[in-house]
């Protein structure tokens, strides 16, 4: 007997590009995004696998949860352990992104901090997939050229265009923690504010987690702009990320 006929609907299209463009999103953000229950979301996720469209993978990145099984996509007798992910394959990426993207697979080392892109993306944008609205990493990765034959000094976790005045576009940077060891965490800033320059962008959006981190990169703000010679840096902006999140509804 044949497998049966799997029916695309609008919002599987719009969703799986959403995706392609992010890497990969926990499962739980994919629910959130298309307004659904989790039964429906592993229902949803579940009919992706079977049409081959996606890969769905669990990651264990120390994220603090009870996790449960998942009768779906955890084998027999697996204890879970972080959440699952899921990702388009190359073949369906290749059709939403328009370029070959490779093999990928997401990480535990970066799961966390394209988790919280992901999310802030879900904040500000929606699922909007233009990307004259939201230009993910992935895709400033491949139309971002370098200068001069060089590799790029540094790359925005998105840029991103304002709706207020939309011949602006910002670059986004999400901090999740401080960067550790001399002068890194001030280098990362200079380099993202410059890149920003470089691309005749607005200036830069940081989005960062927790008050420690948001009174580090201030006090760095305003050392960068005394060695600029400036009073301060009029093309930077620091937020609170979980306050963004939780004003929009996504935490």
Not at 33 to 46: C, D, F, I, K, N
Not at 96 to 119: C, I, N
Not at 175 to 199: N, Q, Y
């Amino acid at each position: 007997m044949s497998a049966p006929e799997i029916r695309w609907q609008p919002r599987d299209t719009t969703l799986l590009e959403w995706i392609a463009q992010q890497y990969g999103v926990p499962i739980a953000l994919i629910g959130k995004a298309a307004g659904v229950r989790s039964s429906q979301t592993y229902a949803m996720v579940h009919r992706w696998k079977l049409g081959g469209r996606v890969h769905v993978e669990r990651i264990d990145y120390g994220a603090p949860s009870s996790w449960r099984r998942s009768k779906q996509f955890d084998g027999p007798g697996v204890v879970p352990n972080g959440p699952l992910w899921v990702y388009t394959d190359r073949e369906t990426g290749w059709g939403y992104l328009g370029f070959d993207p490779g093999e990928w697979h997401p990480k535990a080392s970066t799961a966390a901090h394209l988790t919280a892109v992901s999310e802030l993306r879900l904040a500000l944008t929606g699922l909007e997939t233009d990307p004259e609205v939201w230009t993910s990493e992935r895709l400033l990765r491949r139309f971002v050229k370098p200068e001069g034959g060089q590799p790029n000094p540094h790359l925005h976790d998105a840029w991103f265009r304002d709706f207020t005045d939309p011949d602006k576009v910002w670059a986004i940077e999400v901090e999740l923690t401080r960067k550790r060891g001399e002068g890194r965490l001030m280098r990362s800033m200079a380099a993202a504010l410059d890149a920003a320059d470089r691309h005749d962008l607005a200036g830069v959006l940081y989005f960062v987690r927790g008050e420690s981190l948001r009174r580090a990169l201030d006090g760095i703000a305003v050392r960068l702009a005394h060695q600029r010679g400036i009073e301060r840096l009029l093309n930077l902006e620091i937020h609170d990320l979980d306050a963004t999140l939780a004003r929009k509804g996504v935490r």
